[in-house]
């Protein structure tokens, strides 16, 4: 493919003038079996190129353990967007934002309590070149400069944002070029920042979502002269539980777009595609409050989560014919979705029951955090003994980032991070009595100065102000339910319980699996993690990939940390529910 020249005041291809018009597509936030129909659609709604983030937290779950099998396959991903015509802004961090979990920064990296993160510190910087030799040489021929579809690469992600530290930017361009990417490197940045994050002789870039002539004019006053890329447009955001489902008007979105264009920049929409936060991958913010995002990531982009058009796609069709080549064929219709079907849940198993084949615990003198249990997403859960009968005052140092409480099995409250709760009083029937602490890692901060967002029971731990020691640790990933012993159960079954139940498919599609009466937990199909659900919303449904299921019997498995409604029935329906746009 041709190759990329940032040099004059306006972007070439061999020479040629060229206008990227990008959108971002994140493979990892897409089952695999739907990336060419993804591409085909950015390509048939006008784009030239798509850009995505690399997630070295998923391809790199433990030090010296690499993936790019199945959904992280990032080098078949580029090959079919080379196939579909389609040029790749490649985002490899290490740090990425993305409202997901960490940033991208795998949670082992935290197992160092002096690791400063995004920084020159030396475990950082060695962690982040193992990570860059694993990877750069698996995409160094899908380069531009190779004949593949990768135009330029991002140094970084918003670090004007988060420091000034030149010499950390200039060292990860450094490793960059060390380990073959002889594209064009960029950096991007909000307006306010960009002095701060840009690097000298590396492309600098903006982001912003409205009042581009401003935001343009930021970076011109940076780097006048040079080619001008919007490199996030914000054309929709992403929601947070407890919030409202975020939307922003097309044809706004479609004249703010048309303003960029006009005064001659290139353009990355962000996002094109959002997709989905499946398993525990969505992040969080933190600022003076947690606030975990939803699994869905649908950003009120020109394609939902199911890779439909909306009226945000046409819009921004008629825009981005007026600033490339005409597109002959027309926009694509709504793939087909399973009819409406009710599964009933009719198996258990109760969490606390079946902990053997989950995990092992740990023992030691104070509960240990998820990190030192080697453990990224999921829950873990404490046990320590009660020494003496009577009321009782529990207090944590911290939670992070739920935490339900249990005495000898029955529940007594729950801890909320976000709520800022530290305390819970309650009762102990017996001396010996068992005290269990369920805790969740609800995603870990995505951006700011919370990054190093360690999770579970911090210490120490207080029964009526003296330390309680003595506890086991258990890590529960949940990343294998195959060993579960459901049996039959009739009636509410209080959590947290596994629920299982069967439904048949004649020809597998998408579809919304919708949990009505439920209250909060996880859900699989056929083994594949949905994500989280969680009756406070705004988000009411999780959207499965029709490639996750098959012909025939499928199995559906939810997670209920509370009390599943008597029915213990879900729905699938042909729609989501994204919840209120108002609060």
């Known amino acids: 493919m041709p190759v990329l020249d940032t040099d004059g005041g306006e972007f070439t291809l061999d020479g040629a003038p060229f206008r990227i018009l990008s959108g971002g597509l994140h493979y990892f936030r897409i089952h695999p079996d739907h990336w060419a129909d993804r591409l085909r659609k950015a390509r048939l709604m006008g784009l030239n190129t798509v850009e995505t983030y690399v997630p070295w937290n998923l391809h790199q779950p433990r030090p010296g353990e690499l993936r790019f099998d199945g959904g992280l396959d990032l080098p078949a991903f580029l090959d079919l967007a080379a196939a579909e015509g389609l040029h790749v802004l490649l985002r490899p961090g290490p ?11 795998p949670s082992w990296l935290l197992t160092d309590p002096d690791v400063r993160l995004r920084s020159n510190h030396p475990g950082y910087l060695h962690a982040v070149e193992g990570w860059f030799s694993a990877l750069l040489p698996k995409v160094a021929d899908k380069l531009a400069t190779r004949g593949g579809p990768v135009l330029a690469v991002q140094v970084e992600n918003e670090y004007g944002a988060y420091g000034d530290d030149t010499s950390h930017l200039a060292h990860l361009a450094e490793l960059l070029r060390r380990y073959g990417v002889d594209v064009p490197l960029f950096t991007c940045d909000q307006p306010g920042d960009l002095a701060r994050g840009a690097l000298p002789g590396t492309l600098a870039t903006v982001n912003f979502g409205s009042r581009a002539r401003q935001g343009l004019a930021a970076l011109d006053a940076l780097r006048p002269g040079e080619p001008k890329l919007c490199a996030e447009f914000w054309i929709g955001w992403f929601d947070r539980w407890g919030g409202r489902h975020v939307v922003r008007d097309p044809e706004d979105a479609a004249r703010e777009l048309d303003e960029l264009l006009a005064a001659g920049a290139s353009v990355n929409l962000y996002m094109f595609h959002g997709g989905t936060n499946f398993g525990f991958t969505n992040g969080a913010n933190d600022k003076h409050t947690y606030r975990p995002t939803v699994t869905g990531y649908d950003y009120d982009a020109p394609l939902d989560e199911a890779g439909d058009p909306t009226a945000k796609y046409h819009a921004f069709r008629e825009v981005l014919a007026k600033y490339g080549p005409p597109v002959a064929e027309p926009a694509p219709a709504a793939a087909p979705k399973l009819p409406a079907a009710a599964v009933q849940l009719t198996e258990s198993a109760p969490l606390l029951a079946d902990l053997p084949v989950l995990g092992t615990p740990v023992p030691a003198l104070r509960p240990l955090r998820m990190e030192e249990l080697g453990q990224d997403f999921g829950f873990v859960l404490y046990k320590a003994v009660l020494p003496a009968a009577g009321p009782a005052l ?64 911090h210490g120490p731990v207080l029964l009526n102000g003296a330390e309680l020691t003595g506890w086991s640790s258990l890590p529960l990933p949940l990343d294998d339910l195959g060993e579960l012993s459901f049996t039959g159960t009739a009636g509410p079954v209080p959590g947290p319980v596994f629920h299982r139940g069967t439904f048949h498919v004649d020809e597998p599609a998408d579809t919304f699996l919708h949990l009505p009466g439920w209250t909060k937990g996880n859900a699989w199909v056929n083994g594949f993690p949905l994500g989280r659900h969680w009756s406070r919303g705004p988000q009411r449904s999780l959207y499965v990939p029709g490639p996750a299921l098959r012909p025939g019997p499928n199995e559906l498995t939810v997670l209920e940390l509370h009390a599943a409604p008597s029915h213990r029935t879900a729905r699938l329906l042909p729609h989501p529910d994204l919840g209120p746009t108002e609060e």
């Open 95 to 105: 740090y990425i934002c993305a409202e997901w979990e960490g940033g991208g920064l």
């Open 394 to 457: 529990l207090e944590v140092g911290a939670v992070a980032d739920r935490a339900q409480v249990f005495v000898d099995g029955q529940p007594v409250g729950a801890l909320e991070r976000e709520d800022h709760e530290r305390a819970i009083a309650f009762h102990v029937p017996r001396a010996g009595a068992v005290l269990r602490l369920l805790v969740e890692n609800q995603g870990r901060v995505n951006y700011g100065e919370g990054l190093h967002d360690r999770k579970g029971l």
